[in-house]
């Protein structure tokens, strides 16, 4: 069993920054790759930064290449995204879940995958 909790969510305003955090108790997770999605209202879940288990491998939603970064503390048992240049269409709850596959060419969930609660995360023009 693994336990994800977000945190580091909040209101900013356009342009601002923000770095959320997820840390996993139960199952230790620093042989499983990572990632982070996001729901906004009326909208579908969708993926926005993915790891590997180790960080050399890396991966990003086009909407948020230049602007986010995802990265882990395998030490702490913990996953970051560092967010910024926000904008108000990144305003959506932000999910945590462990652990994602690869496919070759992108990372995915499976039904056994961990998810946490979401942070919210909104974006003030």
């Known amino acids: 069993q693994v336990h994800l909790v977000e945190s580091g969510g909040g209101l900013v305003q356009a342009g601002g920054s923000l770095k959320l955090s997820c840390a996993a108790s139960?199952?230790?997770?620093?042989?499983?790759?990572m990632g982070w999605f996001r729901q906004a209202p009326e909208k579908e879940l969708d993926s926005v930064a993915s790891?590997?288990?180790?960080?050399?491998?890396?991966f990003y939603a086009d909407s948020v290449k230049g602007r986010f970064t995802i990265s882990r503390d395998n030490a702490k048992n913990t996953m970051y995204l560092q967010m910024n240049g926000l904008q108000p269409e990144d305003t959506a709850v932000y999910y945590c879940a462990a652990p994602l596959y690869y496919s070759g060419t992108y990372y995915y969930t499976r039904e056994s995958s961990f998810w946490g609660q979401g942070t919210q995360v909104t974006v003030s023009s």
């Open positions: 790891i590997c288990w180790n960080g050399d491998r890396t």
């Open positions: 139960g199952r230790i997770l620093s042989t499983y790759a």
